[in-house]
């Protein structure tokens, strides 16, 4: 079956950066390209790019430009995402997804940005 | 960035009882809609995609359609598993946006 493994919590320091990964198993990794949504209280769902994981090629939010970089790499079947010059804004729950109708998600990173 | 316009912001239902849940786009979308639901503590689950069709394994009492710009979801026999945040998304054109969410909880 489909699952995206994201990896653990994260806490960082303002001005800092994090590198999220999620592994996807139970199918062909490049079939799909993989998405990144970022989860707030306050702002609810935000849809912050995706990456084709066969090219590496990227498509970003004009929001998240600058501030998330996708990567991958096909020989883990993994995909990262790095935020970076984080402030308490970016606090939040980070998501993977299969950019196919997002039929399948990771179970969310939570980035707590704090002092 | 297309707008999703969705109402109510929250909504209190019996069990067994009839409840729609709309999203109102900024401009055609075509049938590029989904539906997800969410659950304290959990990742979104789609629930409905293409506008109408239901995703594996999602109960038949969950149904979309769309009139225009205007997309529902409705639930045809309120269950208590059903309790959690309602979010549509437009997959039509990135950046892909999402419905602010109706939280539905049981009267």
Do not use: H
Request: charged content about 15%; glycine content about 10%.
């Amino acid at each position: 079956q489909v699952q995206l493994q994201q990896s653990g919590a994260e806490l960082a320091k303002p001005g800092s950066s994090v590198k999220i990964s999620c592994k996807a198993s139970g199918y062909t990794f490049t079939s799909y390209y993989i998405s990144w949504i970022k989860q707030t209280t306050g702002q609810g769902l935000e849809y912050i790019g995706y990456i084709n994981t066969g090219s590496g090629g990227t498509n970003y939010n004009e929001k998240f430009k600058g501030k998330a970089t996708l990567t991958v790499d096909k020989s883990s079947s993994t995909a990262f995402m790095q935020l970076s010059s984080l402030t308490p804004d970016d606090s939040a729950v980070y998501y993977c997804a299969e950019q196919s109708w997002f039929a399948y998600w990771g179970q969310g990173t939570l980035v707590t940005v704090s002092s | 960035d297309i707008q999703m316009t969705q109402s109510p912001a929250s909504l209190s239902a019996s069990l067994e009882e009839i409840v729609t849940i709309t999203c109102q786009a900024s401009q055609d979308i075509g049938n590029w809609l989904a539906w997800y639901q969410q659950k304290p503590g959990k990742s979104p689950q789609l629930l409905i995609y293409g506008a109408t069709s239901l995703a594996d394994g999602v109960p038949s009492r969950f149904s979309g359609s769309r009139s225009g710009t205007q997309y529902s979801l409705k639930i045809s026999r309120l269950q208590v598993e059903d309790i959690g945040i309602y979010y549509c998304l437009q997959a039509y054109s990135a950046p892909y946006t999402f419905g602010a969410g109706t939280k539905l909880e049981l009267k």
